[in-house]
């Protein structure tokens, strides 16, 4: 009896999935394989509300950012996130980006401290990859020119299957979460394993600096380790394997996404790339680049925001619950336990706040508009998210980017007639996205 009732819902639900995955399929090749630009088109027909699930509405309204992101609006992260956690020893276990509770989102802040500020990774950048940073391995993925640990190909299986599964949570939940099975299986995903074996493998050979490093340098493992023995309520064993990977999940695509888009603006705009090049030429920006000559360069600053404008690294809508007592986007009332997001691509191609040209690669808008226009611009930029969920690793995706970029820049020339940009159709984002672009080395 009990088997067959499993049964009965393991097919019911196998049926179910299937019909949402192959609708928004179905929307999907309808939209040329994207989902963003149909619910943009669907903010221009029908306003700044839009109702895209029973109870899930989508907003474009600028000024009901703060609200909805505010660290004290009590709009917590909504069950979408669900499908983003790992599954350890038949358990499931949010990592940072999906944790509902905002008290064990805190604690687990406290408990790693100061591991995401630049002053604290300004020596360890020089080690430049996230292997690097996080668990102390030279992989030479680069040099052999593939994910030799296949944690890049994992962390785009897990970003799929959260992206699939976000309109049915509950569903998700228990097809994949569910205790009657997997707790009784004790199983864990391959993601969780991953980051128990790396726990593991440290705890039996602890970290030792290389002779180059001082003794107080650390990799992040080292902290989240020490952080977990230290406080061992914020960060139990399974929430420590499940942070552990999700730091690499969070870090490398994210920014190197980003450095590569970047890079295809400035091939695609000369006029850019040499006032660019002219910038840091002025600023003495030399080989090997310091971090410190190109912090406060406005114009590379506005070159990265134009470019997290036009291609937000999260492809889809940040989802958020509306709190018990409600709430009213645009004068319309919306019950608690609503899902109320807002989409990077929709907010950030508003013609009323971003100008006319929004399709447009044009860093000049960030910069010589007045102090009002770039306030209203910067407040509805969801490039890293706004409030207490705001990007951890800001400060280190935008010092590794400003070391990166001009870097790059010194060592190829972009301006070559040669110069070559591949585009693959990403499906996650739905958009197309530069993968390779060759230039000429010029040093
Ligand atoms: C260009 C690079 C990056 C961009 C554009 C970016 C963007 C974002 C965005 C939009 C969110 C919020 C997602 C949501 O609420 O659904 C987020 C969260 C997060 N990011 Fe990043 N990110 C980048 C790089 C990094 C790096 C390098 C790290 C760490 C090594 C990192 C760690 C995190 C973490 C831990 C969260 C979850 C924060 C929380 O929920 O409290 N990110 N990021």
């Known amino acids: 009896m009990v088997l067959s009732l499993l049964l009965l819902g393991t097919l019911g639900s196998l049926f179910f999935y299937l019909t949402i995955v192959l609708t928004r399929r179905y ?177 039996r050979a602890p970290f030792v600096s290389s002779p180059k490093t001082t003794g107080r340098r650390k990799d992040l493992l080292e902290k989240y380790i020490a952080a977990s023995e230290k406080h061992p309520d914020a960060i139990p064993p399974p929430t420590l394997f499940s942070i552990t990977n999700s730091t690499i999940s969070a870090g490398t695509d994210t920014t190197a996404g980003t450095v590569t888009v970047i890079l295809s603006y400035l091939l695609r705009n000369p006029l850019t790339l040499s006032k660019l090049l002219r910038e840091l030429e002025s600023a003495g920006v030399g080989f090997p680049v310091l971090y410190a000559a190109t912090e406060n360069l406005p114009y590379l600053d506005a070159v990265i925001k134009e470019a997290l404008r036009l291609h937000a690294v999260i492809g889809t809508t940040l989802e958020r619950m509306v709190p018990p007592q409600g709430c009213m986007p645009g004068g319309v009332k919306l019950p608690g336990g609503t899902v109320i997001g807002c989409a990077p691509y929709v907010i950030h191609r508003d013609q009323e706040i971003y100008g006319e040209d929004i399709e447009d690669f044009r860093p000049e808008r960030w910069l010589g508009c007045d102090e009002a226009r770039k306030q209203t611009m910067e407040r509805a930029s969801l490039a890293w998210s706004q409030g207490s969920r705001i990007c951890m690793g800001k400060h280190l995706a935008e010092l590794e980017m400003k070391k990166l970029i001009p870097t790059l820049l010194w060592k190829f020339d972009l301006s070559d007639p040669d110069r070559r940009i591949v585009f693959e159709k990403r499906l996650l984002e739905g958009e197309e996205r530069p993968i390779l672009i060759m230039a000429t080395s010029r040093r």
């Open 27 to 203: 929307y999907r090749l309808k939209q040329n394989g994207a989902t963003q630009p149909l619910l943009h088109k669907l903010h221009q027909k029908h306003g700044t509300l839009v109702r895209i699930g029973p109870d899930t509405v989508s907003f474009r309204d600028p000024a009901y950012i703060s609200t909805v992101f505010s660290p004290r609006g009590g709009f917590i992260k909504a069950d979408s996130y669900s499908s983003l956690r790992a599954f350890v020893h038949g358990r499931s276990v949010g990592s940072i980006l999906d944790l509902q509770d905002e008290e064990k989102r805190k604690a687990i802040k406290r408990a790693i401290g100061t591991v995401f500020l630049t002053n604290e990774l300004m020596q360890l950048y020089q080690l430049d990859f996230m292997l690097r940073i996080a668990f102390s391995e030279d992989t030479g993925c680069l040099r052999q020119g593939r994910d030799l640990v296949g944690l890049s190909s994992l962390t785009y299986q897990r970003i799929a299957h959260g992206y699939a599964w976000q309109p049915a949570p509950s569903l998700e939940r228990f097809v994949f979460q569910n205790k009657l099975w997997s707790g009784w299986l004790s199983r864990s995903s391959r993601w969780a394993r991953e980051g128990m074996t790396r726990v593991e493998t440290r705890r």
